[in-house]
């Protein structure tokens, strides 16, 4: 009964926002070492956003300044605000926790941005 389910993608044109959203299993914990991450058609996986240990955040520097994760633990979900989309973000977008269980992954969600 463990999984990951993203949310929250769609067809935005350039310089528009989405807010992606991960639910996780109450299996799952989200309190450590979380992450985003995308792969665009044609290119490998790309580590997006991740949260490590006690909370020190990274971004890719592709996304830096636009993208924010953030976690609502109440919930136990986890979202990626992307702001300021451009056509470069287009792609599957991807999270997952690590546990002591093992890593764990969304099936993803399509993000698309148009010109």
């Known amino acids: 009964q463990a999984q990951l389910v993203e949310s929250g993608g769609g067809l935005v044109q350039a310089g528009g926002s989405l807010r992606l959203s991960c639910a996780a299993s109450r299996s799952i914990s989200i309190v450590n070492n979380v992450g985003w991450y995308r792969q665009a058609p044609g290119k490998e996986r790309e580590q997006v956003a991740t949260v490590i240990g006690g909370g020190a955040t990274n971004y890719a520097d592709s996304v830096k300044g636009r993208f924010t994760v953030s976690r609502d633990f109440s919930k136990n979900t986890m979202y990626l605000q992307m702001n300021n989309l451009k056509p470069e973000d287009t792609g599957i977008y991807y999270c997952?926790?690590?546990?002591?269980?093992?890593?764990?992954w969304g099936q993803g969600t399509q993000v698309t941005v148009g010109q």
């Open positions: 997952s926790a690590y546990n002591r269980g093992g890593c764990y």
